[in-house]
T-cell receptor, first 113, second 113 residues
Framework: AQSVTQLGSHVSVSEGALVLLRCNYS??????LFWYVQYPNQGLQLLLK??????LVKGINGFEAEFKKSETSFHLTKPSAHMSDAAEYFC???????????FGKGTKLTVNP | EPEVTQTPSHQVTQMGQEVILRCVPI?????FYWYRQILGQKVEFLVS????????KSEIFDDQFSVERPDGSNFTLKIRSTKLEDSAMYFC???????????FGQGTRLTVV
């Protein structure tokens, strides 16, 4: 069964620093991959998605993610963190033929001034 | 911008009581989902619903759970006899077709006492 692993339940960066949130998936067949963000007291908002068209995917708010099949990874990056990026980030995968999303445990990002 | 809305935002119920969580998906969407997140754990898939029937469900979605689209706009999750371990944030989601990303509501926090 598909599983998604997010390394690091908490990541803390300084404002202006690089943000790197890690995500690995388990399937031998690359799934559709997504990053969602959850701000306090809000729902899950899609940041970006990989659907096999391009390995480097750009999303909203300056985030991007690179799909690496050899590493079964889909890490999320942003060159320069902003205070407003503080939130919880979830990586999710959906296998072709299934409708369900399989989520990682989430990474809480703190941005320090 | 259209959004998925869920009511109530927080519900407290006594163990053994029935609860109904309500969702209004985005109006032209055809696929509907319920997910839940127990505090400190992963977001977990419960059920997907298409064309007025369940299309996929997880092992969590046992006979205690049911879903319904009673009137063409609402999508409900019923838990017949709540248990303490049903306490969680419940997310509703929808999408226009199964190959696009899911749009999530803000969630209903269910507390069973």
């Amino acid at each position: 069964a598909q599983s998604v692993t997010q390394l690091g339940s908490h990541v803390s960066v300084s404002e202006g620093a690089l943000v790197l949130l890690r995500c690995n998936y388990s399937s031998s067949v690359p799934p559709y991959l997504f990053w969602y963000v959850q701000y306090p007291n809000q729902g899950l908002q899609l940041l970006l998605k990989y659907t096999s068209a391009a390995t480097l995917v750009k999303g909203i708010n300056g985030f991007e993610a690179e799909f690496k099949k050899s590493e079964t990874s889909f890490h999320l990056t942003k060159p320069s963190a902003h205070m407003s990026d503080a939130a919880e980030y979830f990586c999710a995968a959906r296998q072709g033929g299934s409708e369900k999303l399989v989520f990682g445990k989430g990474t809480k990002l703190t941005v320090n001034p | 911008e259209p959004e998925v809305t869920q009511t109530p935002s927080h519900q407290v119920t006594q163990m053994g009581q029935e609860v109904i969580l309500r969702c209004v998906p985005i109006s032209n969407h055809l696929y509907f989902y319920w997910y839940r997140q127990i505090l400190g754990q992963k977001v977990e898939f419960l059920v997907s619903f298409y064309n007025n029937e369940i299309s996929e469900k997880s092992e969590i979605f046992d006979d205690q759970f049911s879903v319904e689209r009673p009137d063409g706009s609402n999508f409900t999750l019923k838990i017949r006899s709540t248990k303490l371990e049903d306490s969680a944030m419940y997310f509703c989601a929808s999408n226009p077709d199964r190959n696009t990303e899911a749009f999530f509501g803000q969630g209903t926090r269910l507390t069973v006492v």
